[in-house]
């Protein structure tokens, strides 16, 4: 039976409709049926027909700095109440969630959102160097180069596995990890800025890796 896919969409400064189109791409190949939103309200709503969600959207309150100013009247957001703690409720009965790139950034009014993925971006703490050439270990798999942004200073949780790591700064940084969520399981891959990214012969084969372990029993 094939797999039910919905991937939630949309936001500030990346090229989401060709990132979306990319994953589906991915998740097409294999049998996915496939449903995109761009309202998260609405998509939490719908997870009662959802297999595995993919969230692949930058949507936060816009709050942090100035520089955001000209784009609140039509990008900020907050999620309604609850909405969140029911994402998290169907995680925890067995739901599966990949986290891609920027949804580490979402949703900066709900602490339950970073611990659903068990890390996250932390204002102040985390940045990322402009996108570029990056070297990539994954824990079971030959490294590979990629051109992307490498968030920094994530700090995923003690109960994560960390299946990738990136170093261009400092110490190696975590960019790909896996946990398990109640009876669900989570996957968050902190890269994917473009297509170019997500069709890199060895990013496709560590998202294949992840898609293989969110589907796992």
Same mark, same amino acid.
């Given at each position: 039976?094939? %797999?039910?896919? /919905? *991937? ?25 049926? *496939?449903? &995109? ?7 939490? $709503?719908? =997870? ?33 109440? #609850?909405? &969140?703690?029911? !994402? ?16 580490? %950034? ?9 611990? *659903? !993925? $068990?890390?996250?971006? /932390?204002?102040? %703490? ?16 030959? #490294? ?17 596995? &960390? ?11 975590? &960019?790909?990890?896996? /946990?398990?969520? $109640? ?8 890269? $994917? ?13 560590? *998202?294949?890796?992840? =898609?293989?372990? =969110?589907?796992?029993?």
């Amino acid at each position: 039976m094939s %797999i039910r896919t /919905r *991937i939630f969409s949309g936001g500030h400064g990346h090229p989401f409709a060709e990132t979306t189109g990319a994953l589906s791409e991915l998740l097409a190949a294999r049998g996915d049926q *496939i449903a &995109v939103d761009t309202d998260f309200d609405d998509c939490v $709503g719908r =997870l009662g027909d959802t297999d595995l969600l993919v969230v692949n959207a930058l949507r936060w309150t816009m709050t942090q700095h100035e520089k955001y100013a000209p784009f609140r009247a039509t990008l900020a957001y907050q999620p309604q109440p #609850g909405k &969140v703690a029911r !994402l998290a409720e169907w995680v925890r009965d067995g739901g599966r969630l990949l986290a891609m790139h920027t949804a580490v %950034i979402c949703f900066d009014t709900e602490p339950g959102w970073l611990e *659903i !993925l $068990g890390g996250g971006w /932390r204002w102040g %703490i985390s940045h990322h160097p402009p996108r570029g050439p990056l070297w990539i270990e994954p824990v079971d798999a030959p #490294g590979f180069e990629l051109v992307d942004e490498a968030y920094h200073n994530m700090s995923p949780g003690t109960d994560v596995d &960390v299946r990738a790591t990136c170093t261009l700064e400092e110490e190696p940084q975590p &960019v790909v990890w896996t /946990r398990r969520f $109640g009876q669900g399981r989570v996957a968050v891959d902190t890269l $994917g800025h473009d297509r170019q990214s997500l069709e890199n012969a060895g990013h496709a084969r560590l *998202i294949g890796a992840q =898609l293989a372990w =969110l589907a796992a029993a």
